[in-house]
C-alpha cells in the first residue's frame, strides 16, 4: 500500500509516515458521508452558520500553530503560511456570513400565470482531490461553500501533506461539525476513481495538474458526475510602456516568487513594451534578486525551499532545456546545492516557441520576460499559451486595460494588479486550465441543485 508521508523540504529529514486506507475502509468513510449528508442537509442557515463561523475563529486562534505545519511540510515560510491560514479564516467566515443570502429562493418573472422559484439544494456527498501548494487554502475553497451549501465532502489529500490534512478535519470537528461531513480519506487515484464510480457519490473537485484532472475528469465522464477542475496556468503580465515601471516590477516580483513561485497563477511570462523593456528587465532583476532562499521558519525569510528535492530537479530541467537552446539567464539560477530543494530566483530572456519553457508551466521561482512592440502582438504572445487561468496589465490608461482584458483568453483579469486570492472573487480558468469556478457564489453554486418550482 502506499504511503502519505511528511518530508521537511529543508531539510530532506522524513518525520511521518501514514498508510493508505483499505477498500473496506474507503467503503465505511462513504456510507458515512452519505449518513451525514441525509441529515447535514436538513440542517438550517444557522446552524451551518455557527460551525463555519467557528472553523474561521479557530483559524484565527491558532494561526503560528496551524501555520507552521505548512512550513513543515512544503517548506512555505512562516509569515506567508500565517497569511495562508488568515486567508482561509476568511473563506470560513465569508460562507458563514452568505449562507443564508445564498441559500435564498430566486423568484422567477414569468409570462404565465402562478408562481416560479428557483431553491438551491444540495446534491450529496463530494469527492475532492487536492495539491500540496496551499494544503489548508486549496480544501477551503472546496469544502466551506459546500458544507454551507449542505452537500458532505470526502478528502483525498496530497501525500506529501499528510498532517495539514489531517489538521483540516480536526479543525472542522472541534468547529462543531457532525460527524461525517468531511472526512480525510489516504486514498490511491485508483480508489478515488472508486470513489468518483461510486452511486451515493454526486461529484468531484481537483486542483491540480493537467494529468490529475484529466484523469479524474475521465472517470467523471464515465459515471455522468459533476466535475470542476481547477490545474496550471502561465498567467501573462503585460507591461505597457505607460506603466508605473517601478509599482509593476515590484509586483512582478512578488507575483513570480511568493509561496516559492509555486502558485498556478503565479506570474510566469513578463510579456513587456520595447520602450520600457530594459528599464523594467533592471528593476525585476533587482527587485527579484532579494528573495534569497532561506531557512523557512524565520519570520524574515521570503523564500524557502520548493515542496521538494524532486520538484527543484523538475524546475532546473525547464530552465536548463532553454539556456542549452540559446536563453539568456538575465538572473539566476539553479538550485543551492546538487540533491537541494533551495532553488534560486531565476529570470530567462530570449525564450523561444522550441523551448519548453514557453509552454509549459514553470512551477517554481523562474519567470520568463518577453519584449513587445504594439498591443496587437502583446495578446497574441498572452495568449499563444495552453493554458488560460490568470493574467495581469499594467498601464496608466484605463481604455486600453479594458480593451486588452476583453481579448485575453483567460478566467481572470487584473489591471495594475498581479493574480490575487480572496472569498468574494470568483476563481477559475478556461483551455487548459480547466473549467467551473471556486469562491463567492459562484463557487457556491458549482455543486448545487438549481431546482425549479413552478407552481400553476
Ligand atoms: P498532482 O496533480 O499530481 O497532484 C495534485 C493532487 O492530485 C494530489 O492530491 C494527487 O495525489 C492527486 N492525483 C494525482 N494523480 C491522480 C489521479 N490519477 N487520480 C486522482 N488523483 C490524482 O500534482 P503534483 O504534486 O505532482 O505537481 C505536478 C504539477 O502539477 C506541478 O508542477 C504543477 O504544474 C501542477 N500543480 C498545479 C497546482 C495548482 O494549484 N493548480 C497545484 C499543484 C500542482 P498524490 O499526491 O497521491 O499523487
Known amino acids: 500500500m502506499g504511503l502519505y ?43 451551518r452558520r455557527a460551525v463555519l463561523s467557528r472553523a474561521a475563529e479557530i483559524h484565527r486562534e491558532r494561526s503560528e500553530e496551524l501555520a507552521a505545519l505548512l512550513t513543515l511540510e512544503m517548506g512555505k515560510p512562516a509569515a506567508q503560511a500565517q497569511g495562508e491560514v ?64 449542505g452537500n458532505t465532502v470526502i478528502l483525498k489529500h496530497a501525500r506529501n501533506c499528510p498532517q495539514s490534512a489531517l489538521v483540516v478535519e480536526r479543525v472542522l470537528t472541534e468547529a462543531g461539525l457532525p460527524d461525517g461531513v468531511y472526512l480525510n480519506a489516504f486514498i490511491s487515484s485508483a480508489q ?39 490545474l496550471g496556468g502561465s498567467d501573462p503580465v503585460i507591461v505597457l510602456d505607460d506603466a508605473d515601471i517601478d509599482a509593476a516590477a515590484a509586483a512582478a516580483a512578488t507575483g513570480r516568487l511568493a509561496n516559492g513561485g509555486q502558485a498556478c497563477t503565479a506570474s510566469k511570462r513578463f510579456l513587456v513594451q520595447a520602450g520600457v523593456y530594459d528599464e523594467f528587465v533592471r528593476r525585476l532583476v533587482d527587485q527579484m534578486a532579494g528573495w534569497t532562499p532561506d531557512d523557512p521558519t524565520s519570520t524574515d525569510t521570503k523564500m524557502g525551499p520548493l515542496s521538494s528535492a524532486s520538484a527543484a530537479g523538475e524546475l532546473d ?83 486600453k486595460a479594458q480593451q486588452i482584458a476583453e481579448s485575453l483568453e483567460t478566467g481572470m483579469v487584473w489591471i495594475n494588479s498581479t493574480s490575487r486570492s480572496a472569498p468574494d472573487l470568483p476563481f477559475g480558468g478556461v483551455k487548459r486550465s480547466g473549467f467551473g469556478r471556486e469562491l463567492a457564489r459562484f463557487g457556491f453554486n458549482e455543486f448545487a441543485n438549481k431546482k425549479l418550482v413552478r407552481n400553476a
Open 5 to 47: 508521508t511528511t518530508t521537511n523540504p529543508a531539510t530532506g529529514e522524513t518525520l511521518a509516515t501514514y498508510e493508505e486506507i483499505s477498500d473496506a475502509e474507503l467503503q465505511d468513510l462513504i456510507a458515512r458521508s452519505d449518513a451525514a449528508y441525509r441529515s447535514w442537509r436538513t440542517t438550517s442557515p444557522d446552524e
Open 317 to 399: 530541467e525547464l530552465v536548463e532545456d532553454a539556456v542549452s537552446q540559446g536563453a539568456e539567464l538575465l538572473l539566476g539560477g539553479g538550485r543551492t546545492g546538487e540533491e537541494s530543494a533551495f532553488y534560486r530566483p531565476t529570470l530567462l530572456g530570449g525564450v523561444t516557441s522550441r523551448m519548453r519553457a514557453y509552454s509549459e508551466e514553470l512551477f517554481g521561482p523562474a519567470g520568463v520576460v518577453y519584449r513587445f512592440d504594439s498591443i496587437e502582438d502583446a495578446i497574441e504572445l498572452a495568449n499563444d499559451s495552453p493554458y488560460g487561468l490568470s493574467s495581469s496589465v499594467f498601464t496608466s490608461d484605463d481604455e
Open 86 to 149: 488568515a486567508l482561509v479564516a476568511s473563506i470560513y467566515q465569508y460562507y458563514a456570513d452568505h449562507v443564508e443570502e445564498f441559500l435564498a429562493d430566486e423568484p422567477l418573472e414569468i409570462s404565465g400565470p402562478g408562481t416560479a422559484v428557483v431553491r438551491t439544494e444540495p446534491i450529496g456527498p463530494l469527492v475532492g482531490v487536492m495539491p500540496w501548494n496551499y494544503p489548508y487554502y486549496q480544501v477551503a475553497r472546496f469544502a466551506a461553500p459546500n458544507i454551507a451549501l
Open 192 to 230: 478515488v476513481a472508486d470513489a468518483i464510480a461510486d452511486p451515493r457519490v454526486q461529484g468531484v473537485s481537483l486542483t491540480g495538474s493537467e494529468k490529475a484532472g484529466a484523469a479524474v475528469a475521465e472517470v467523471a465522464g464515465r459515471n455522468l458526475k459533476k466535475c470542476v477542475l481547477e
